[in-house]
């Protein structure tokens, strides 16, 4: 409804949004993967990825192999990475089998 039928009127304008999911969404296990190493990036987003997996991984040789096999630089921030890339780093092996920690 436009903002002159209401009285007062609104001082905002508003929007309705349909989101629709995507049909090559990643699988359920591949999000529990990421939603953790999203969680585990971004609670100290502006520190280097390398840190961060370290402590998850048990060792900054572990972090640096995983980062170096997806083409990510050790000393990038997490807010720098691709949605691509943070899904690829979500489902190696190194990570789901440490992601829990």
Do not use: I, T, Y
Request: charged letters at 30%; hydrophobic letters at 40%; a positive charge.
């Amino acid at each position: 409804m436009p903002a002159q039928l209401f009285w007062p009127r609104p001082k905002v304008d508003s929007s309705v949004l349909r989101l629709e999911l995507r049909a090559d969404r990643p699988p359920p296990d591949d999000l529990e993967s990421l939603d953790q190493l999203v969680d585990r990036l971004f609670q100290h987003r502006r520190q280097a990825v390398e840190g961060l997996l370290a402590k998850s991984l048990g060792s900054r040789e572990g972090a640096v192999a995983l980062l170096a096999d997806h083409g990510v630089e050790p000393r990038a921030r997490a807010e720098n990475l691709s949605p691509a890339v943070l899904l690829a780093l979500a489902r190696d092996p190194r990570w789901r089998g440490r992601a829990r920690s």
